[in-house]
């Protein structure tokens, strides 16, 4: 008959890291399963590591993408009426023009000057509801990023660097410049 061996008697020889000499030590069959399982586990927690740093990862990307649209939306909603507010500012530069140039103390002209001026601020009202506000620095410390130095004049009535007069009004829409106002500033007297 011939002898089987059980998984017990089954002996493999490794060398241990502790031993000094070298010598083989010998592992059960229960040991080398133990071995590979422990093996296979450290791979497994690698494993779920990396994919739990993946999902992560991919979740945050996710909650940018939705992060991004919805500003996107809110800018699209803010800012949809930007070129048609810029072509509207016209209309209030001709309104504004037309007051400055009317005779007020001419009698004939006194309801059309009334006309205009209440058409003007009804105008202005209205585009305000979406946001469109007027820009007017009169007397102003000149601000580069709300401003266009059109001139500058040498004057003491006004303090350097001060808007001296307005020669067209700016407007922002919710904030963003639509057009600068064009401006005259102040300069200290040589």
């Known amino acids: 008959m011939t002898e089987q061996k059980q998984p017990n008697d089954i002996h493999t020889e490794q060398t241990q890291p502790g031993n000094e000499q070298g010598e083989p030590v010998e592992l059960s069959a229960e040991q080398d399963i133990i071995t590979k399982l422990e093996t ?30 919805s500003l996107d939306v809110e800018k699209a909603h803010k800012f949809a009426l930007e070129k048609f507010a810029a072509d509207l500012l016209s ?13 007020r103390e001419n009698e004939q002209l006194k309801g059309f000057a009334e006309g205009v001026d209440l058409t003007l601020k009804g105008f202005l009202d209205v585009v305000a509801k979406y946001g469109v506000n007027q820009i007017n620095p009169q007397g ?38 639509l057009r600068p106002a064009m401006v005259g500033v102040a300069k200290a007297p040589e």
């Open 140 to 177: 102003e410390p000149f601000n580069p990023d709300l401003h266009e130095a059109m001139t500058t004049m040498p004057t003491t009535e006004f303090a350097p660097n001060t808007v001296t007069f307005v020669m067209q009004k700016g407007y922002e829409l919710n904030g963003r410049l």
């Open 40 to 69: 296979e586990l450290n791979q497994a927690q690698a494993q779920l590591a990396e994919q739990k740093d993946l999902m992560l990862r991919i979740k945050a990307d996710a909650e940018n993408t939705r992060r991004r649209a």
């Open 91 to 103: 209309v209030a530069d001709n309104l504004e023009r037309a007051l400055e140039f009317v005779d």
